[in-house]
């Protein structure tokens, strides 16, 4: 029974990773961290320029939301996942497949681009809950309308993007 309480716990944190990107929630996101540990974001086999990174829990979050806040919307759906926990139910693997909806309205005009990736997450107990270690990403399908991620953090660094509060604004409605 613990071991499934381990996987459950585990698999509960790559649900909030993703809905804290959807939502552009940093506090909900940075809940998963261990605060001042560096994590691993390895997404070099989906966007290949760029590198794999060891960087703090607030400079992956600005890199996230510099990415995806120049979207108009964005959804993330998780499948076929896979928890795997040591002997010790310390450290976990969440391995699945996961397709990124990216959404641009620009003058009325809709485009949009999804990105179909292999998810490896790692996790590990720490002061009694799970935080993450590692995410690495491997595209599994390629991808249309690519430039659409560029657009997208140009809108986010001319300030032309969603924010937690316009994002929580729409649900409301």
């Not at 497949?97 to 720490?126: C, I, N, P, R």
Request: charge should be negative.
């Amino acid at each position: 029974m613990d071991k499934l309480i381990a996987q459950n716990e585990a698999l509960q944190q790559c649900f909030i990773f993703h809905k804290s990107q959807d939502t552009l929630n940093k506090t909900m996101f940075l809940s998963l961290a261990e605060p001042g540990a560096k994590i691993t974001f390895d997404i070099s086999r989906h966007l290949q320029h760029m590198p794999s990174s060891h960087i703090l829990p607030d400079e992956l979050w600005a890199g996230i939301f510099g990415g995806l806040s120049g979207f108009t919307a964005t959804h993330h759906q998780l499948g076929n996942h896979i928890v795997e926990c040591n002997e010790d139910l310390t450290k976990a693997c969440v391995t699945a497949k996961v397709a990124a909806f990216h959404s641009l309205e620009q003058d009325g005009v809709v485009s949009s681009v999804t990105a179909y990736v292999d998810e490896t997450m790692d996790f590990e107990k720490w002061q009694g809950k799970w935080v993450l270690r590692r995410v690495m990403l491997e595209r599994s399908v390629p991808l249309e309308n690519e430039t659409l991620f560029l657009v997208a953090r140009e809108n986010a660094e001319r300030g032309d993007g969603r924010t937690e509060a316009s994002v929580s604004a729409m649900a409301e409605v």
